[in-house]
């Protein structure tokens, strides 16, 4: 009656807890949401100038990379100080 009781006890708590399939389909959803905040996609491949953010299930996210646009190097005035504007009227 002991043993009965055990293996019920057992049967009980094993069936009432959350099956490992079901923590693994909320863990996907929650990265897929995670890249879709981050504006990104879940695809098989990422391209060049796209980074992996994290992975959602097996493929990755791919986030783009922000532009930035070039900076100019310093522009040299050099050439233009001896100019004179001042033309003879």
Not at 34 to 42: F, P, Q, T
Not at 52 to 78: A, D, H, L
Request: net charge positive; hydrophobic share 30%.
């Amino acid at each position: 009656m002991k043993i009965l009781c055990i293996f019920l006890t057992f049967v009980f708590t094993v069936s009432c807890g959350p099956s490992v399939s079901q923590k693994q389909t909320r863990e996907i959803a929650e990265r897929k949401r995670e890249c879709y905040l981050v504006r990104g996609a879940c695809k098989t491949s990422c391209n060049t100038w796209e980074y992996i953010y994290n992975f959602c299930n097996i493929e990755p996210c791919c986030v783009v990379r922000e532009y930035r646009k070039p900076t100019p190097k310093g522009i040299s005035t050099t050439a233009y100080t001896d100019v004179n504007y001042n033309y003879p009227a």
